[in-house]
């Protein structure tokens, strides 16, 4: 016996109230299709619109059942489901059971992660606190630039006047 698990998606001319009827049918088609099958959980994920058109539809309503069954019992289960015609998709999967130390090596490794993302932090403020500093100074020097252009400016009005001088001399000779 594995764990599997099924999403299906209900097609949008149903209304809310037909929903958990359909979702039995689906449980009953399950169960119909061996003996040695045990629903797990259904779940009711509600209605959402689809990110492309299927069989013309727009929107369905999804929904999800855990449940153990024999992998021969699969294939039946998937030729079962597709002759549905309430049914707009579905994906049978097998479900991973992870033991202790998988959960403990994940949650090693998420530690990590955690650590190494919080250095990185870390690094980046003192970044950012050593470009504030050199900002400052940047400031200063922008606030002396203006001083600059003002002397260039006076310097480029000087030398107009003067070229003015030196074109009225050769235009009176």
Do not use: W
């Not at 449940?67 to 015609?85: H, Q, V």
């Not at 400052?136 to 003002?150: A, N, V, Y």
């Amino acid at each position: 016996m594995h764990l599997y698990e099924l999403l299906y998606i209900i097609k949008n001319d149903f209304s809310d109230e037909q929903i958990p009827g359909i979702t039995k049918k689906v449980q009953d088609t399950i169960s119909s299709v061996s003996k040695e099958v045990n629903i797990k959980q259904t779940q009711d994920l509600g209605r959402r619109r689809l990110a492309y058109p299927i069989q013309k539809e727009v929107a369905g309503s999804y929904s999800l059942i855990d449940f153990e069954a024999g992998p021969e019992s699969i294939k039946r289960l998937d030729r079962e489901l597709s002759l549905n015609d309430d049914l707009l998709r579905h994906l049978i999967i097998t479900k991973q059971v992870k033991t202790k130390e998988q959960l403990k090596r994940e949650e090693q490794l998420r530690e990590k992660a955690q650590k190494a993302q919080e250095i990185k932090h870390q690094e980046e403020r003192q970044q950012e606190a050593a470009q504030t500093r050199g900002t400052k100074g940047m400031i200063q020097k922008k606030e002396e630039l203006p001083k600059k252009q003002k002397k260039e400016e006076e310097t480029v009005e000087q030398l107009e006047q003067k070229l003015d001088e030196i074109l009225k001399r050769d235009i009176v000779e």
